[in-house]
């Protein structure tokens, strides 16, 4: 009893795990802002990627 008192005690004032749980909620909201800025952008990403292929196919039409 008297040892998970202490661990119970030494758990609450470890703030290591709290500073993990904030990294991976910054990455998380990272990884998520990414993923919105590449769906909202991906038809012009795609048009992009088109227009370079079609410059590569035929040079004239540059």
């Not at 470890?14 to 993923?35: K, N, P, T, Y």
């Amino acid at each position: 009893m008297n040892y998970s008192l202490g661990f119970l005690k030494n758990f609450l004032r470890d703030e290591e795990g709290a500073e993990l749980v904030e990294w991976i909620v910054f990455v998380a909201l990272l990884v998520l802002g990414i993923a919105g800025a590449v769906a909202f952008l991906r038809s012009e990403i795609q048009s992009g990627y088109q227009r370079i292929g079609n410059c590569i196919k035929n040079t004239s039409s540059c």
